[in-house]
C-alpha cells in the first residue's frame, strides 16, 4: 500500500495558463475526492468519483475546472485560464465504498501558484 | 448545511503539557465526526474519528475526543504534548447523503515550547 500519489508537488503558472494535476488513489479504492485548501483555511470540498463516474460537484468547481477518472483508476483535475485566486493547495483523498462512513486517505497535494 | 468552527487559530503549549483542541459542529442529525492532523508538506492524517457509540474516542499518537451532543462539541485533547506534536489541526464533519464528503474547520495550529 503505498498509498495516495499527487503529482506535480508544486506548480508555478502564470495568469491565463491552463494547468493538469494528477491523483493516483490507493488501487482498491473506488471512491475519489478532490478538495481545495487555501492558506489559512481547512480544506473545501470540489468533486468526488465512485468508479469512473463523477457523482457530485460542489458550487466551488466553476466552469474552468473539470475533472476526469476515465478508467475508475487515476484522476485528473485541469484548471483552464487559471487566476490569481486559483492559488491554492490541491487535495486528492480516496476511500472504499462500502456500507457506512469509510475513512479517507489523503495524498500530500499539489501546491498551485498563479503569478 | 454542515459547518465546522475551530475557535482557536493557534495554540502554544510547553512540551509535557496537557492539550485540548476545541471543536463545535453544526449538524441536523448525528454527525460522523473527525480528526486530522497535517504537518508541513504531509497530507491529512487521520487521528481518529466518532460514528456511534462511546462518546469517548481514542486515536492514534496518544490523542482522544469526547463527542457532546449537548453542546454540539468533539474537542480533542492530549495528557502530555510532545514536542513532535506541533502541527496543524483540522476537525471535520462527514456527510451522511451519498457523497460522503467533509466539511473542515479552518484549523487550529499547535506549536510546542521546549
Known amino acids: 500500500d503505498t498509498g495516495v500519489s499527487q503529482d506535480p508537488r508544486h506548480k508555478i503558472t502564470k495568469r491565463g495558463q491552463n494547468v493538469t494535476f494528477r491523483c493516483d488513489p490507493i488501487?482498491?479504492?473506488?471512491?475519489l475526492y478532490w478538495y481545495r485548501q487555501t492558506l489559512g483555511q481547512g480544506p473545501e470540498f470540489l468533486t468526488y468519483?465512485?468508479?469512473?463516474?463523477?457523482?457530485?460537484k460542489s458550487r466551488l468547481l466553476s466552469d474552468r475546472f473539470s475533472a476526469e477518472r476515465p478508467k475508475g483508476s487515476f484522476s485528473t483535475l485541469e484548471i483552464q485560464r487559471t487566476e490569481q485566486g486559483d492559488s491554492a493547495m490541491y487535495l486528492c483523498?480516496?476511500?472504499?465504498?462500502?456500507?457506512?462512513?469509510?475513512?479517507?486517505?489523503f495524498g500530500p497535494g499539489t501546491r498551485l501558484t498563479v503569478l | 448545511a454542515q459547518s465546522v468552527t475551530q475557535p482557536d487559530i493557534h495554540i502554544t503549549v510547553s512540551e509535557g503539557a496537557s492539550l485540548e483542541l476545541r471543536c463545535n459542529y453544526s449538524?441536523?442529525?448525528?454527525?460522523?465526526l473527525f480528526w486530522y492532523v497535517q504537518s508541513p508538506g504531509q497530507g491529512l492524517q487521520l487521528l481518529l474519528k466518532?460514528?456511534?457509540?462511546?462518546?469517548l474516542v481514542q486515536g492514534i499518537k496518544g490523542f482522544e475526543a469526547e463527542f457532546k451532543r449537548s453542546q454540539s462539541s468533539f474537542n480533542l485533547r492530549k495528557p502530555s504534548v510532545h514536542w513532535s506534536d506541533a502541527a496543524e489541526y483540522f476537525c471535520?464533519?462527514?456527510?451522511?447523503?451519498?457523497?460522503?464528503?467533509?466539511?473542515f474547520g479552518s484549523g487550529t495550529q499547535l506549536t510546542v515550547l521546549p
Open positions: 483523498a480516496s476511500s472504499k465504498d462500502l456500507s457506512g462512513y469509510n475513512e479517507q486517505f
Open positions: 488501487s482498491e479504492h473506488n471512491r
Open positions: 468519483f465512485q468508479n469512473e463516474a463523477q457523482l457530485e
Open positions: 449538524y441536523g442529525a448525528t454527525p460522523y
Open positions: 466518532y460514528f456511534s457509540g462511546d462518546t
Open positions: 471535520a464533519v462527514g456527510a451522511r447523503g451519498s457523497a460522503r464528503q467533509l466539511t
